[in-house]
Structures are given as C-alpha cells and as structure tokens.
C-alpha cells in the first residue's frame, strides 16, 4: 500500500512539472530590478537580412531585444552596432517610461576581444592559472578616450605583443568604440571600448529550430528620455526566452 501511494505522489508530481512546462512554452521571463517580469506574449520577428527582434508583453510593460543575427551565439548590448539592443517601456498609473541599452558615457564594463593593435615591448601583467588568468597590481594606464581613469592588465606574448586585456579599474567619462591606447612598451598598443556600465549585457541565442528560438539575457538600460519620474538605469537579470515562436517580420 505504501508503495502504492509512493507511485501516486511521484506520478501526480511528474504530471505537475509536465503541465509547467506547457505552460512556459513558449516562455520569457526575468529578474527586472529584483522584480519578476514574465511576459504574457511572445513573438519574434525575422526580417529579411536574417535579424531577429523578440517582443515580450506583459500588462502595463515590454520588452524588445533586438539581435543582429539569429545564428547561435553571445551578442552584446551597448556597442556601436545598434542592430542588437535591448529596450524596456512601462505604463504603470499613467507614467510612460522608456528604457535603451544607448551608447552613453560612463564606466567601461568590457573592452573588444580583439585588439586594434597589439604593440611592441610589452610584459604581461597576468599569469594563466588553472585554465583563468590571475592578474597583479601593477596594471597598466591608457592615455587616450573621452574619458579618464581606466586601468587595463594586458596579457602580451613571449614576443612582447599584446593580446588581451582586462579591465581593472573602470574609470569614468567612456563610450562604446573609444579607442584606447596602452601606456608602457612601445606605447603602440591600442584597444576600443565595448560597452559601459550603465548600458551592457548579453543576449545568447542557445536553440533555433528555424519556427522557434531559444537563449538567455541579461541587460543594463539608461532611462531613454531622461524622465525624472524614472530610475536612472533599468537592471534585468537571470533572463530565458524558450520556444518562442518566429515570424515573418511585417
């Protein structure tokens, strides 16, 4: 008997998972400042040059992510290429608020992978340890931007070429695609800005079945109007969109 009520228990809580999943397909949902927004509808549009733009309804709010391409991968927001961003509108008691992932200035959050020129002379500030580069306090300094303050560790080849770096500290006063030029070595090595920190993020595209799509996000977005009656910066976490379905743009 007690088998048998074990069976029943583990049968009905299976049946609940399977009808949760019907539910949320297809799904979107994220953390938007601590708050759960999960979308009411969801659609994604494709337009001819094989762009993707993801429209997620809920009452009294939206949000649009809109990628470049719908190949699989990691896209980032906040960069000079304005074909992928991210914006979020909200209506509540009559308060129209709208939200952009805009190039502004402020803070770097990320710098290019790839250098625009990796220079002569440097020495790496940061060692490979356990598959993660650990990297010291003698950083080095940029001397070009809009902005002021930011730090970079480079790591450089056994040629004294620059290969990457990291940001160590943010500065302030930068925008996306500012050409940064790194002090020591040759002072020759140059890098751009990807994105800052009042807007970034990332949208990854994990599954496209062509008539569905599936990823993850995550996003920074300044207030677009500068209305006083908003937040300076919008925050949304821990973003899913699943199994949305994919239409023809109109």
Known sequence: MKKLISLIVILVAFSSCQEEVKFNNP????????????GIDVKAYK??????????????EEVDIDIANS???????????LNTMASYLSSFNDVSLAYETNIVAGPVAKMYAAMVAGGTGYTSDCVLLNGAYACNASHQTTTTGLGSGLTLAVIANASGVVTSVRVASPGNGYKAGDLITIVGGGGNAKVRV???????GEVIITENLGGTISGSFKFNAVNANNNPLGGEIVNFQYGTFYKVPVLPAP
């Open 27 to 38: 799904g979107f949902q994220a953390y938007r400042d601590g708050v759960l927004f999960r």
């Open 47 to 60: 337009s001819s040059s094989g762009a993707i733009s993801i429209v997620a309804l809920a009452q009294d």
């Open 71 to 81: 190949t699989l991968g990691t896209y980032y927001f906040g960069t000079t290429n």
């Open 194 to 200: 990807l994105n800052v920190e009042g807007s970034n």
